[in-house]
């Protein structure tokens, strides 16, 4: 009880029994508050009391018990963040304005229209700084300026005051753990120059063994002083010829780690950081930050040999993913210095004249949620410093209904008090959702669940679409993280993560509407002059474009969000849950199979009473001239009776 007081929460505890995939029945968690009621700013929490009881036994095996607690206020307001819908932009793909084969600020300044349009609230823009390239922009050479194919830092300020203008938050991406080799910052510290020597990470190797040099003037240097490995394969110790010492880099030997135990450091990036903020970006997806820190003392010999439990089947030992890295991630510094980031969002938030919270989203990839839950604030749901949780990116062609209940419930049942979820199908590190799942046709039921889902959800530029995984020749690939696994790792072709960053689709127009150059820096995707581009779906009668539009409108609605959330009826091939509120009660289903043709009438009955009126279907529903294929989607849907066809999914306004 004395936890619940601490939250203020109208809590709503159920519990069900469901039928796992054997047909026999389970416990199993129904019903989780997700949200805080809003409501206008009071007194001090007053008495917590039991409203209500009551035990109900209900046909089919369900059986519930509902308490709820209801507190006296006041309660918590819902901030932006917990409403808004993210739209990332991979600024290479999105639009080019100027011919050249690859994308720009103009270009994303044109486009404003279709984001506004669509109903996204938050753009967050992949990294536009000066850079070499070599990762695509994660290897910055000046923190404080645009790279010139993108624009100018003029074209920046007018796309963010058009964005601001339209009702549009901006955050950039902020990449902290490393800079580029060609950052001058790197170059004075190689020298040693005086405020600059200790700026990244340098050590002078081991004391005791060397090793042999090939093609090189020296016959022996010192061996690296351990074992820890690079991201992008291989070593992490670099030797540096001119310093005569390693560096370290998580990453590409391009990448040099940044040294955050040098407050030198410290006080400089958070002037980068400054530096963006009074220009009036609204925030910042913090990029790898993990990999802050490292084990400081007693490096010699500290190798990090322990199998890493979540480690994919086909990957090699020498991959950097076959082993846990206790000595280079996730350490306490780290937290902290999130902590200290969120600090300096509040100053500005504060410096304000309305007071809009600055917003700080934490990249944080591993399935191991102690970690995740670690980088929220001590009060997090007034703060607005969130980890991106990444549990529905793990799905694939195997993933069944249960799985997703997991993913989902490793989410929401362990978050800290006060905790707001996130979600993303697809980001630039991944393949493409469409593609992922084994059937193109369930794209729209993976929007419907990364949209409707409690917390904040973030979409990949071409999901609103169904864009597919372009297709490469090997000569095409430039993807670092593939290429350095070339002649190492037989499967580096596959390793590659070019395929989700083609060009945007517009329309049927010379490449696909995104350059009036027919040679673009990726080729453009499949079926981008037929179905899959916006021109295309936002003229169709039905299109997952429409799906996606009508997903954020009702995403709006009180049910969404600030609503409930329970598990509706869960097997192998079917994933299903309830939202809800006082007025509204939505159900979610999406049928997860991949093959055939039948439909499969599901019975509800058992986790919601009455009628259902059909709110969004996707596409694969409707026949070519816009009629739902099974007629009884038309008409008040009784819920012992839900038809879905393989890969159908719809949402469904209970009465």
């Known amino acids: 009880m004395a936890d619940l007081q601490k939250e203020n929460l109208t809590v709503v505890s159920e519990t069900m029994m469901r039928k796992n995939s054997s047909g026999d029945f389970v416990s199993g968690k129904m019903d989780r508050e997700v949200a805080y009621s809003?409501?206008?700013?009071?007194?001090?929490?007053?008495?917590?009391?039991?409203?209500?009881?009551?035990?109900?036994?209900?046909?089919?095996?369900?059986i519930a018990t509902i308490v709820i607690y209801e507190s006296q206020p006041p309660r918590r307001e819902f901030g932006w963040w917990h409403s808004t819908t993210i739209y990332q932009i991979y600024p290479w793909s999105f639009k080019d304005s100027n011919g050249d084969g690859i994308g720009d600020l103009k270009g994303i300044t044109s486009k404003l229209d279709h984001l506004k349009e669509l109903g996204v609230e938050t753009?967050?823009?992949?990294?536009?700084?000066?850079?070499?390239?070599?990762?695509?922009?994660?290897?910055?050479?000046?923190?404080?300026?645009?790279?010139?194919?993108?624009?100018?830092?003029?074209?920046?300020?007018?796309?963010?005051?058009?964005?601001?203008?339209?009702?549009?938050?901006?955050?950039?991406?902020?990449?902290?753990?490393?800079?580029?080799?060609?950052?001058?910052?790197?170059?004075?510290?190689?020298?040693?120059?005086?405020?600059?020597?200790?700026?990244?990470?340098?050590?002078?190797?081991?004391p005791t063994r060397n090793i042999t040099v090939e093609n090189s003037t020296e016959v022996?240097?010192?061996?690296?002083?351990?074992?820890?490995?690079?991201?992008?394969?291989?070593?992490?110790?670099?030797?540096?010829?001119?310093?005569?010492?390693?560096?370290?880099?998580?990453?590409?030997?391009?990448?040099?780690?940044?040294?955050?135990?040098?407050?030198?450091?410290?006080?400089?990036?958070?002037?980068?950081?400054?530096?963006?903020?009074?220009?009036?970006?609204?925030?910042?997806?913090?990029?790898?930050?993990?990999?802050?820190?490292?084990?400081?003392?007693?490096?010699?010999?500290?190798?990090?040999?322990?199998?890493?439990?979540?480690?994919?089947?086909?990957?090699?030992?020498?991959?950097?993913?076959?082993?846990?890295?206790?000595?280079?991630?996730?350490?306490p510094e780290t937290y902290l210095q999130v902590q200290n980031w969120t600090k300096l969002m509040k100053k500005y938030t504060d410096g304000e004249k309305n007071g809009v919270p600055k917003f700080l989203i934490i990249e944080v990839v591993t399935k191991n949620t102690t970690i995740i839950n670690g980088y929220y604030p001590e009060d997090p749901f007034v703060t607005p410093t969130m980890p991106f949780y990444?549990?529905?990116?793990?799905?694939?062609?195997?993933?069944?209904?249960?799985?997703?209940?997991?993913?989902?419930?490793?989410?929401?049942?362990?978050?800290?008090?006060?905790?707001?979820?996130?979600?993303?199908?697809?980001?630039?590190?991944?393949?493409?959702?469409?593609?992922?799942?084994?059937?193109?046709?369930?794209?729209?039921?993976?929007?419907?669940?990364?949209?409707?889902?409690?917390?904040?959800?973030?979409?990949?530029?071409?999901?609103?679409?169904?864009?597919?995984?372009?297709?490469?020749?090997?000569?095409?690939?430039?993807?670092?993280?593939?290429?350095?696994?070339?002649?190492?790792?037989?499967?580096?072709?596959?390793?590659?993560?070019?395929?989700?960053?083609?060009?945007m689709q517009w329309d049927s127009s010379t490449s696909a509407g995104f350059s009036t150059n027919s040679t673009t820096w990726l080729p453009v995707g499949p079926e981008w002059n037929t179905t899959r581009n916006v021109a295309y779906q936002k003229n169709a009668t039905r299109s997952h474009y429409k799906v996606y539009r009508k997903l954020i409108q009702i995403r709006k609605g009180p049910a969404f969000k600030t609503g409930t959330m329970r598990p509706g009826l869960i097997d192998d091939s079917l994933y299903s849950f309830v939202r809800e509120n006082l007025d509204q009660r939505y159900l979610v289903a999406i049928d997860l199979r991949r093959s055939g043709t039948e439909t499969v009438e599901y019975d509800f009955s058992d986790v919601v009473q009455g009628t259902g009126e059909l709110v969004v279907a996707s596409v694969n529903l409707y026949n070519p001239d816009g009629t739902l294929r099974d007629a009884a989607l038309d008409r008040p849907i009784k819920m012992d009776k839900v038809p879905l066809t393989p890969s159908g999914a719809i949402v469904l306004k209970l009465k």
Request: charged share 25%; with cysteine.
């Open 390 to 503: 990444f549990g529905l990116i793990w799905m694939d062609n195997r993933t069944t209904g249960f799985d997703i209940e997991r993913l989902v419930n490793d989410c929401l049942d362990k978050l800290p008090k006060g905790g707001w979820p996130t979600w993303n199908i697809g980001n630039h590190d991944q393949l493409r959702a469409t593609d992922r799942l084994g059937n193109r046709g369930l794209i729209d039921g993976l929007n419907m669940v990364n949209l409707l889902l409690p917390g904040t959800p973030t979409s990949y530029y071409g999901e609103e679409i169904g864009m597919l995984n372009t297709e490469l020749k090997e000569s095409q690939i430039v993807d670092p993280a593939a290429l350095n696994l070339n002649g190492t790792d037989p499967n580096w072709v596959l390793r590659s993560r070019d395929p989700a960053r083609a060009p």
């Open 123 to 206: 753009i967050w823009l992949s990294p536009v700084y000066p850079s070499p390239m070599k990762d695509f922009g994660y290897d910055i050479s000046n923190y404080r300026d645009i790279y010139p194919p993108f624009g100018t830092l003029a074209d920046f300020e007018e796309m963010l005051d058009k964005m601001h203008e339209k009702g549009l938050k901006l955050f950039m991406d902020f990449v902290p753990n490393h800079s580029s080799d060609e950052h001058v910052w790197f170059k004075e510290s190689v020298r040693k120059a005086p405020g600059f020597s200790e700026y990244y990470i340098w050590h002078k190797g081991h």
């Open 220 to 331: 022996l240097r010192p061996a690296p002083p351990n074992n820890w490995r690079s991201v992008f394969g291989g070593d992490a110790w670099e030797w540096h010829p001119e310093r005569r010492e390693y560096y370290y880099h998580a990453f590409l030997t391009s990448q040099p780690d940044l040294n955050w135990r040098n407050p030198a450091l410290v006080k400089e990036m958070d002037e980068v950081l400054e530096f963006w903020l009074k220009k009036g970006v609204d925030g910042f997806r913090i990029d790898a930050v993990p990999f802050l820190f490292e084990q400081e003392h007693d490096i010699i010999d500290a190798n990090e040999t322990t199998l890493n439990p979540y480690a994919e089947s086909d990957l090699l030992p020498s991959s950097y993913n076959y082993i846990v890295h206790p000595l280079t991630l996730n350490l």
């Open 38 to 62: 809003a409501e206008k700013k009071g007194s001090s929490f007053g008495k917590l009391f039991v409203v209500g009881l009551l035990a109900v036994a209900l046909a089919g095996g369900l």
